[in-house]
């Protein structure tokens, strides 16, 4: 007998979520376009809606069109029931958003990360945090997480297990921050945060298999199958910045050589004759504009690595659209045409067939925009069915 209520709790469950989801990427839609969608019976969608409006999650507005009887309440998912932060970590800076259930921005804040030792950056990143949940409107459910988005390896418990980049190793990142802000706190692979982010809010929405490269002072990707995120067997997958594109290059801070990431992020700076600081795409992009030569040809050599990078990603994971986000994104201009071009060039032709390759949406704020998300879907619920 328990056996059986605990099934049906579940089934309750995944149906509550699948409503909601449904709401969430459609609105504004009838009850009756929810249960077309679904393929559950109209009383149970008219059950679950009346308690997830119970629940300050759905509201009604004015009525739709009719097909010949009573017009239908539309239905809209309620995003600001409640408020969400989302933090990312950059090698030189800390960027810090408050939005609302539905991504949208409500405040936004932006800190120097001048070193990367842990006590250093817990403290910033907790200042930064508690800054943003003042800004926070009243609503029935308040701040309902926090998400960070972090350039490294992250656990199931939200440990830091190797990030090269900011010299992080076994860090319970999670666990202290929750000990600081006393809120539920959910970290993630900053690839991942943003490939979530373009994903639900940005370029790709309305595609079920997308790969998102975020390219800054690293590479990392996130990978979206069937609408849901692809983490490996022990959730590590999208580490493709360590990916070797030159047999015997450069020695990588990850104890390989060759890594993509060396050729196709912020780090090829350094590499330029003269040398360039790294970790200043905008400065160089508005050199760029203004028409220096140099800094034109290392974006289009950048463009062609990343070209290299995504064929190898394309060929292996055969995506509906690459979408392109983090720092580099705003060199546009300059590295999509060579990139375009290798891509076009070394591609087998079946997965290029109407594969297309795009930049992000969200611009540069994909990861941290992706890292309210991660908050806001714990807060909602971890079942999700896709129903695109």
């Known amino acids: 007998m328990t ?11 995944i149906n509550r979520s699948i409503v909601l989801n449904t709401i969430i990427r459609h609105a504004p839609l009838s009850r009756a376009k929810v249960s077309t969608i679904t393929g559950l019976n109209k009383a149970t969608v008219s059950n679950l809606v009346q308690e997830l409006s119970d629940h300050h999650l759905v509201e009604e507005i004015g009525p739709g069109e009719s097909s010949g009887g009573r017009k239908p309440r539309l239905l809209l998912f309620s995003g600001r029931a409640g408020s969400a932060v989302g933090i990312e970590i950059r090698l030189s800076q800390m960027i810090g958003v408050l939005t609302d259930l539905e991504g949208n921005i ?4 932006e800190e120097q990360l001048e070193r990367h030792d842990l006590d250093f950056v817990l403290k910033s990143m907790t200042t930064l945090i508690k800054a943003l949940m003042h800004e926070a409107p009243p609503s029935p459910y308040g701040v309902v997480g926090v998400g960070v988005g972090v350039p490294g390896m992250v656990d199931g418990e939200g440990n830091i297990l190797f990030a090269p980049n900011l010299g992080w190793e076994m860090v319970p990142l999670q666990q202290r921050l929750e000990e600081e802000i006393g809120v539920s706190v959910t970290i993630d692979n900053e690839a991942n945060a943003g490939a ?14 997308v790969l998102y490269i975020s390219a800054g002072s690293g590479i990392g990707s996130g990978i979206m199958i069937h609408g849901e995120l692809y983490k490996g ?3 590590y997958a999208g580490e493709t910045g360590h990916m070797s594109i ?3 290059g450069m020695a990588c801070s990850c104890g390989n050589r060759g890594c993509w990431e060396l050729y196709a992020s912020e780090k090829a700076y350094t590499q330029a004759s003269p040398p360039l600081p790294s970790h200043r795409t905008r400065q160089l992009a508005n050199l760029a504009l203004a028409g220096d030569e140099d800094v034109i040809s290392l974006f289009a050599g950048i463009g062609r690595f990343l070209g290299i990078g995504i064929t190898n990603l394309v060929n292996s994971f055969n995506p509906q659209r690459v979408v392109i986000g983090g720092p580099l994104a705003d060199a546009r201009p300059w590295i999509s045409s ?15 067939e109407r594969m297309e390759i795009t930049f992000a949406e969200l611009g540069s704020r994909s990861t941290v925009i992706g890292a309210a998300y991660l908050a806001v879907s714990q807060f909602l619920g971890p079942v999700r069915v896709s129903t695109l």
């Open 3 to 13: 056996s059986i209520t605990g099934d049906q709790a579940l089934v309750k469950k």
């Open 106 to 109: 409500l405040f936004e804040r």
């Open 196 to 209: 979530q982010g373009e994903f639900r809010f940005g370029a790709g929405r309305d595609a079920e298999h």
């Open 233 to 235: 067997a022990r959730g």
């Open 246 to 248: 030159e047999a015997d």
């Open 338 to 352: 060579a990139l375009e071009e290798v891509v076009a060039q070394r591609t087998l032709p079946y997965h290029r």
